[in-house]
Antibody, heavy 124, light 107 residues
Framework: QAQLVQSGSELKKPGASVKVSCKASGYTFTNYAVHWVRQAPRQGLEWLGRINTDTGDPTYARDFAGRVFFSVDRSVSTAFLQINGLKSEDTAVYFC?????????????????WGPGTLVTVSS | DIQMTQSPSAMSASVGDRVTITCRASQGINNYLAWFQQKPGTVPKRLIFTASTLESGVPSRFSGSGSGTDFTLTISGLQPEDFATYYCLQYSTYPWTFGQGTKVDIK
């Protein structure tokens, strides 16, 4: 069955960078976009953006554009999230989630499969 | 950007209660709305998509309604396992946006 597996927890100092991976299996990787969603401690869900895994075209939420970067390696069905210039406020669990690559209304179209989440802690 | 205003932010309810959570979009999103349930320390679980389509395996006491800008998640007969936080998500237009969440706890 479809699955997303993420890399392990990270502890970083302020100003550093982090790169989180999300490996897909059990489905055709390029049929689905990979989105990134984060959740700070005791806070709600926040959409960072998404990447079209077929074309590599990214879309970023306004608050993260310029500091967050998405990429894919289609040869290993893996998407990546890189955050530069980490701040303490970036401490959160980062989830990768899939949705059909095109806007649609069916069951495959929105967040049916989630990764387990990667805890990124930013602390001096 | 489309803002999703979810209410209430928290509520206390008893087993067997009927619970209603609303999400209002700042502009029309047709039926591009999903509802998720999240329990502490776990991954969000999709309950409803396309505003009113129940996810396979989700109990029928959960239902969704609405179109355009106003949407509702209803739990008819709250069960102990339903105490959790619920989020709406609009996926009509980028950036996709979540509601702030509604925490349902035990009265």
């Amino acid at each position: 069955q479809a699955q997303l597996v993420q890399s392990g927890s990270e502890l970083k100092k302020p100003g550093a960078s982090v790169k989180v991976s999300c490996k897909a299996s059990g489905y055709t990787f390029t049929n689905y976009a990979v989105h990134w969603v984060r959740q700070a401690p005791r806070q709600g869900l926040e959409w960072l953006g998404r990447i079209n895994t077929d074309t590599g075209d990214p879309t970023y939420a306004r608050d993260f554009a310029g500091r967050v970067f998405f990429s894919v390696d289609r040869s290993v069905s893996t998407a990546f999230l890189q955050i530069n210039g980490l701040k303490s406020e970036d401490t959160a669990v980062y989830f990768c989630v899939r949705s059909w690559v095109e806007l649609c209304l069916g069951p495959r179209c929105v967040f049916d499969v989630w990764g387990p989440g990667t805890l990124v802690t930013v602390s001096s | 950007d489309i803002q999703m205003t979810q209410s209430p932010s928290a509520m206390s309810a008893s087993v067997g209660d009927r619970v209603t959570i609303t999400c209002r979009a700042s502009q029309g999103i047709n039926n591009y709305l999903a509802w998720f349930q999240q329990k502490p320390g776990t991954v969000p679980k999709r309950l409803i998509f396309t505003a009113s389509t129940l996810e396979s395996g989700v109990p029928s006491r959960f239902s969704g309604s609405g179109s355009g800008t106003d949407f509702t998640l209803t739990i008819s007969g709250l069960q102990p396992e339903d105490f959790a936080t619920y989020y709406c998500l609009q996926y009509s237009t980028y950036p996709w946006t979540f509601g702030q969440g509604t925490k349902v706890d035990i009265k």
